[in-house]
């Protein structure tokens, strides 16, 4: 079963929010427009009153600690369907700590593969926040983020690097 729990305080939607398929977490995102609100007070007002979803609590708790402290790591039984090269480079994702960043050819380097590879396995990424590809970037740029290279998604990762750049 799948949760999405729609909302008008712009944080949810059915492509930005799932979880809980009855194995794990499968997918956790937020809406882009999200991030334009003043991130991360709307998101504790939205959390506040999502907390009764089931399902939510720990994917909401886990979001909170990441923004009051960047280094908190996620701790959440994630289930991703995706191939198995996939789960090699989310698995590598997840070792890259809060504060520093890759490239997409130093992570395909690490993995034995390609960087434009590496880049499709980020974009299929269905946990773009926990499983951080944010901190994977073009050697002369940031790159892409979501599977786009500007606009609000791009703003995300931004946001988010230096958000962890504060550690």
Sequence with gaps: ME?????????CNTESWR?????GITAVAL????????????FHEVATRLRETPGLNQVLQSIKDYLADAKRPFNLDLHLD???????????????????????????????SGARAVGNACRA???PLV??????????????????????????KRWLLRHEEGL
């Design 19 to 23: 979880t809980q398929d009855g194995r």
């Design 125 to 127: 990424n269905p946990c």
């Design 82 to 112: 995706g191939t198995p090269f996939q789960h090699r480079v989310w698995q590598a994702l997840q070792a890259i700590p809060a504060g520093e960043t890759l490239t997409y050819s130093a992570l395909a380097e690490q993995i034995g």
């Design 3 to 11: 949760y999405c729990t729609s909302s008008s305080a712009a944080m």
């Design 131 to 156: 499983v951080p590809c944010h901190r994977v970037v073009a050697v002369n740029g940031l790159g892409g983020f979501a599977g786009e290279r500007c606009g609000k998604k791009l703003e995300i």
């Design 31 to 42: 809406a882009s427009r999200f991030w334009g609100l003043g991130c991360p007070k709307i």
